[in-house]
């Protein structure tokens, strides 16, 4: 049997907090920082580990959502590739990591052209940024309650567990 991911991310951390940073000298301030920066990351990476998939699924699908809303009133310039760029985010299979982190970056690229309108020249309908702002107080909230553990948040209290913003 395999030792769980979680055992092994314990693992690590047991290492360096008990074996790698009681080696370094007072001196070694740079070393030290970046020990607990590691541990830290490998702390945060234990509570996301298994919501990490879902996670990038939902962030996808929102974003597929966004663009279908764009979709009736974005301007000619882009409907064609907005289409087609809708067609292939649908046929992603939600279960692929690989292919929804690339789905994310291809559509999301899009929508931000669409939203940046090419440096201006090409102004995005009035009636498009109230779905771009709902979409993006959604994401900010997702992503706010992701990286919480990192502690930089001043509101972080009042944010959702992970489990919990999974569920909703």
């Not at 879902?54 to 966004?66: D, K, N, R, W, Y």
Request: with cysteine.
């Amino acid at each position: 049997m395999l030792p769980s991911i979680d055992l092994r991310i314990a693992n690590v951390i047991k290492a360096l907090e008990q074996v790698i940073l009681p080696a370094l000298t007072p001196r070694e301030r740079l070393a030290r920082d970046q020990i607990n920066l590691c541990i830290g990351h490998l702390r945060m990476i234990g509570e996301q580990w298994r919501w990490a998939a879902a996670f990038e699924s939902g962030s996808f699908h929102a974003m597929i959502v966004l663009a279908k809303a764009m979709q009736p009133s974005v301007d000619p310039f882009y409907a064609d590739e907005l289409a087609a760029a809708i067609m292939s985010a649908d046929a992603i299979e939600g279960d692929d990591l690989a292919a929804v982190e690339h789905g994310i970056v291809a559509l999301g690229g899009l929508i931000d052209r669409i939203i940046l309108g090419e440096d201006g020249q090409i102004p995005l309908a009035p009636e498009l940024w109230d779905a771009v702002l709902a979409y993006g107080e959604t994401q900010a909230t997702r992503e706010r309650t992701w990286f919480a553990a990192t502690g930089l948040d001043p509101d972080r209290r009042e944010l959702p567990g992970i489990a919990e913003m999974m569920t909703r």
